[in-house]
T-cell receptor
Framework: NAGVTQTPKFQVLKTGQSMTLQCAQDMNHEYMSWYRQDPGMGLRLIHYSVGAGITDQGEVPNGYNVSRSTTEDFPLRLLSAAPSQTSVYFC????????????FGPGTRLTVT | GENVEQHPSTLSVQEGDSAVIKCTYSDSASNYFPWYKQELGKRPQLIIDIRSNVGEKKDQRIAVTLNKTAKHFSLHITETQPEDSAVYFCAARWTGTASKLTFGTGTRLQVTL
């Protein structure tokens, strides 16, 4: 199993550009989440999904969209990038049978200039 | 929503000494408390977790204690080694929301020789 994969690893955007961060998992996990990590602020939940077709907002959802058309994929879309969205983004998946332990992807480092 | 506070933000110990990191949470209905270790440039990885029906859990040199009445939980690392140097995050899961974790702001642990 590849586990949780994320692409790209690094990305530089100009203010106002849009892009999609990709996340996929091959463990058939029902739950998937997106977090952003900023220095001194830990990880903050952006959006999450409890299954295909079901998504909900986390703590910091503004400026981001998600969809979950399949169990495997959970892309995060930045609609109009802003410098405040410069961060490291982590995708994670979990399932009930493992006590909901979150498995994290390797992260995407995004810089918005 | 849930709020998690973590202290200290940095901790320096000598090799062989013990390290203790403390977290408090606000939602008395939270029922799952994981601890993650993150090495520089890497993804967070689960090192130990505890559920609200247990007061203490040990795994070799690491242990976690939970005081539900006071709403705080702690990570204890004994006989620290240089490879324990990393950032440690506590988290709490909102009741009824399997994939929603709220993280503390992290503790940078430095183990010196």
């Amino acid at each position: 199993n590849a586990g949780v994969t994320q692409t790209p690893k690094f990305q530089v955007l100009k203010t106002g550009q849009s892009m999609t961060l990709q996340c996929a998992q091959d463990m058939n996990h029902e739950y998937m989440s997106w977090y952003r990590q900023d220095p001194g602020m830990g990880l903050r939940l952006i959006h999450y999904s409890v299954g295909a077709g079901i998504t909900d907002q986390g703590e910091v959802p503004n400026g981001y969209n998600v969809s979950r058309s399949t169990t495997e994929d959970f892309p995060l879309r930045l609609l109009s990038a802003a410098p405040s969205q410069t961060s490291v983004y982590f995708c994670a998946s979990s399932y009930e049978g493992q006590g909901y332990e979150q498995y994290f992807g390797p992260g995407t480092r995004l810089t918005v200039t | 929503g849930e709020n998690v506070e973590q202290h200290p933000s940095t901790l320096s110990v000598q090799e062989g000494d013990s390290a203790v990191i403390k977290c408090t949470y606000s939602d008395s209905a939270s029922n799952y408390f994981p601890w993650y270790k993150q090495e520089l440039g890497k993804r967070p990885q689960l090192i130990i977790d505890i559920r609200s029906n247990v007061g203490e859990k040990k795994d070799q040199r690491i242990a976690v204690t939970l005081n539900k009445t006071a709403k705080h939980f702690s990570l204890h690392i004994t006989e620290t080694q240089p490879e324990d140097s990393a950032v440690y995050f506590c988290a709490a899961r909102w009741t009824g929301t399997a994939s929603k974790l709220t993280f503390g702001t992290g503790t940078r642990l430095q183990v010196t020789l």
